[in-house]
């Protein structure tokens, strides 16, 4: 939730880290093993921009708290996804260990503001 008026889903920093994590996740991801292409290479690029897709869904779905909820919900899901398979990538050694922490720390910052905006659903949603 950055500062500012928010009028659309690109405007909120959830977004934006969201987004600039999964460039930077498919900038280091061509350097995989071709041999990880259909694999490892495929999930983390599908989880991370998953997790941007889902906050533009959640958007859509403010009319009905309940369903904005599960949609958040779901974009944490796929945060913590990208992050268990940033760790994969950093244990085979496809990802240096500090481009792994930086990547796994900008999904903490992610998870962080997601809880944030469930403590407070009331504030996002159409009345």
């Given at each position: 939730m950055g500062e500012g008026l928010v009028r659309g889903y690109r405007d909120l920093e959830?977004?934006?880290?969201?987004?600039e994590a999964a460039m930077e996740i498919f900038e280091v991801s061509k350097r995989f093993p071709v041999e990880e292409r259909y694999s490892l290479t495929d999930q983390i690029r599908r989880s991370s921009r998953s997790v941007c897709a889902n906050l533009g869904e959640a958007w859509r779905k403010r009319r009905?708290?309940?369903?904005?909820?599960?949609?958040?919900?779901?974009?944490?899901?796929?945060?913590?996804?990208?992050?268990i398979w940033i760790e994969f990538a950093v244990k085979c050694q496809y990802l240096d260990p500090e481009t792994g922490r930086h990547l796994y720390c900008m999904y903490d910052k992610v998870l962080g503001q997601l809880v944030n905006i469930i403590k407070n659903s009331s504030h996002w949603i159409i009345k």
């Amino acid at each position: 939730m950055g500062e500012g008026l928010v009028r659309g889903y690109r405007d909120l920093e959830v977004y934006q880290v969201a987004f600039e994590a999964a460039m930077e996740i498919f900038e280091v991801s061509k350097r995989f093993p071709v041999e990880e292409r259909y694999s490892l290479t495929d999930q983390i690029r599908r989880s991370s921009r998953s997790v941007c897709a889902n906050l533009g869904e959640a958007w859509r779905k403010r009319r009905y708290e309940a369903a904005f909820i599960a949609k958040i919900s779901d974009c944490q899901a796929e945060a913590t996804e990208t992050q268990i398979w940033i760790e994969f990538a950093v244990k085979c050694q496809y990802l240096d260990p500090e481009t792994g922490r930086h990547l796994y720390c900008m999904y903490d910052k992610v998870l962080g503001q997601l809880v944030n905006i469930i403590k407070n659903s009331s504030h996002w949603i159409i009345k």
